[in-house]
């Protein structure tokens, strides 16, 4: 069964403190990997997508990084307007343009 | 503003009671979604519809019909609304070539009583 993990579910950051979010996906044939960031009373907003093991975007302080298993969204330097529901997706070869999503990390970074 | 809008934001509806959430993208997309959001469920797909005339059950379709009127418009409609389907709505559009994936509406706020 495909399936997309978030970890972890809620991460609290100091402004400043750099950390990584976690999705570990299981799809039989991966087309793409999709971040959204998601704030409180609005719809997901798109980040990034990633093809291919070994690709890297990067947008601001974030960086997202993707394997065979899993993609990393790095957080440099973050600052409070970076506090959100970064949501992680995958589209299928199999099922193209339906997206599975996991159910997100919610980040707050307090000054 | 291009995107997706969704109407009407908030809803409170008694059980039994029917209802039609609109949905409207200006992009052209060829590709419509409706998804409902739960906390600790994340986003779950509802129908889509691939493109005008066409649409297709998603993982969670029981209690919603839905209607592709347009390639702009697709409609979500709760004929008998129960307390399970209190959730937040998302309405999203897309295009196979494009790199975006989905492009989001706002969302609806639907309370059953």
């Not at chain 1, 990034?48 to 960086?63: C, I």
């Not at chain 1, 970076?82 to 159910?103: H, M, Q, R, W």
């Not at chain 2, 959001?37 to 649409?55: F, K, V, W």
Request: proline share 5%; net charge neutral.
């Amino acid at each position: 069964e495909d399936q997309v993990t978030q970890s972890p579910e809620a991460l609290r950051l100091q402004e400043g403190e750099s950390s990584s979010l976690n999705c570990s996906y299981t799809v039989s044939g991966l087309r793409g990997l999709f971040w959204y960031r998601q704030d409180p009373g609005k719809g997901p907003e798109f980040l990034f997508t990633l093809y291919s093991a070994g690709e890297e975007k990067e947008k601001e302080r974030l960086k997202a990084t993707l394997t065979k298993k899993e993609s990393f969204l790095h957080i440099t330097a973050p600052k409070p307007e970076d506090s959100a529901t970064y949501l992680c997706a995958v589209e299928p070869f199999y099922n193209t343009d339906k997206l599975i999503f996991g159910t997100g990390t919610r980040l707050q970074v307090f000054p | 503003n291009a995107g997706v809008t969704q109407t009407p934001k908030f809803q409170v509806l008694k059980t039994g009671q029917s209802m039609t959430l609109q949905c409207a993208q200006d992009m052209n997309h060829n590709s419509m979604y409706w998804y409902r959001q739960d906390p600790g469920m994340g986003l779950r797909l509802i129908y889509y519809s691939a493109s005008e005339g066409t649409t297709d059950k998603g993982e969670v379709p029981n209690g919603y019909n839905v209607s592709r009127l347009n390639k702009r418009e697709f409609s979500l409609r709760l004929e008998s609304a129960a307390p399970s389907q209190t959730s937040v709505y998302f309405c999203a559009s897309s295009e196979r070539s494009d790199t975006y994936g989905y492009t989001f509406g706002s969302g609806t706020r639907l309370t059953v009583v």
